[in-house]
């Protein structure tokens, strides 16, 4: 049966010129919207850089955020939930009052958009941009600023690690880091520059979570964080691998409870791969939500794409997952000018653990 296409994206794979495509595996066809139990979309790393945020409150590439949110709006199966991981604004201030205007203003980009209206649930993570100051080092006081703008869209938050504990957290990441359950399936959020622990996961916390999440009959589980555990590779410590050794705790964690991926940005750039050899978690890079992409790309790998977009992942009911990266060209007239509509450029089955 031929995939569905929605009224404003084209659906197919589209060879350009210039632009790494990923290979895609086509052994199981896309899901149709009988066959979905959930389905959820992943957007990262959407501010503009310093010399572009000069009258733009909101310091995002409004071109590519606000297309994006119509494109997922118009997708054969919608979304339940769109998760985004960090960096919306650009942040980097020791001034909260500016960081909370360049949120509010992103809030009122996503207000507008077709997307609550639909029952598309945000669930919003922060990036280095939103909780670093000037020095580049995570502080309280812009927990707290996220927390209070963002509110509405951490309503499942509240469960996660507080301060101290087994990971000794120096401030309370309850609602930065937590976890939830939907159709079967548990989500974790993982905020991975906590105060005092910049480039870190809280990984005991991680690691009991994901215990109970499968004692309990968690059928699937995925991981949401900004910075990913495995940077790109030609950003190699662009990452938590800038400290390898609790890096890998944190993955070894995921590994151990077969978590069926690690959804991530940071990496201007969209990238799939297992990174350990031997074990079956997938790590997503969808860091190309409209940043400014990497500029050293390796066109050795298959699977990564220098293209905007997002990435759209479905649990079917016969208990297989789909994902599906969505992506356009860098407009000729440059990274915040109009795009051409989205075609899907890679696409691949997790099976069910």
């Known amino acids: 049966m031929p995939r569905p296409t929605g009224p404003a994206i084209a659906v197919g794979l589209l060879a350009t010129a210039g632009v790494v495509l990923a ?32 009258g733009n409150t909101s310091t995002a590439n409004v071109e590519q955020l606000t297309r994006t949110f119509r494109e997922i709006a118009a997708l054969p199966v919608r979304p339940k939930f769109l998760f985004f991981t960090g960096d919306l604004v650009f942040g980097y201030t ?24 639909l029952g598309v649930e945000l669930v919003a993570l922060p990036g280095n941009h ?76 991680v690691t009991a979570d994901l215990a109970a999440a499968r004692g309990l009959g968690a059928q699937h589980v995925f991981v949401f964080g900004h ?37 991530s940005a940071h990496n201007h750039v969209y990238w799939r791969a297992q990174p350990v050899a031997g074990t079956s978690t997938w790590q997503v890079i969808a860091g190309n939500g409209g940043s400014k992409l990497e500029t050293t790309i390796d066109r050795t790998i298959p699977t990564s794409g220098t293209y905007y977009g997002f990435v759209v992942t ?9 994902v599906q990266s969505y992506g356009r060209d860098v407009p000729a007239a440059g990274y915040t000018a ?3 509509p989205s075609t899907v450029r890679d696409s691949f089955d997790i099976v069910a653990q």
């Open 23 to 54: 290979c895609t595996d086509t052994t199981s066809p896309a899901p149709e919207p009988t066959a979905a139990r959930l389905t959820f979309a992943v957007i990262g790393c959407n501010r503009v850089d310093a010399a572009d945020t000069l």
């Open 94 to 117: 020791n001034d909260t009052l500016q960081l909370a205007r360049q949120i509010t203003g992103w809030r009122q980009l996503y207000e507008a958009s077709p997307l609550p209206a």
């Open 227 to 263: 910075k990913p555990a495995y940077s790109y590779p030609t950003v190699a410590t662009d990452g938590l691998s800038k400290f390898p050794t609790t890096r890998d705790q944190f993955w070894g964690a995921l590994t151990a409870k077969n978590v069926d991926a690690m959804f």
């Open 314 to 322: 479905t649990v079917r009911n016969d208990g297989r997952v789909f």
């Open 338 to 340: 109009p795009s051409a």
């Open 130 to 205: 939103e909780v670093q100051n000037l020095s580049k080092v995570a502080t309280a006081a812009a927990e707290r600023t996220w927390l209070r703008v963002m509110q509405p869209y951490i309503t499942r938050g509240g469960n996660g690690p507080t301060a101290g504990g087994a990971d000794n957290l120096a401030t309370d990441q309850s609602r930065l880091t937590y976890s939830f359950d939907d159709a079967g399936s548990h989500f974790v959020t993982v905020n991975t520059d906590p105060t005092g622990a910049d480039w870190h996961a809280p990984t005991a916390w």
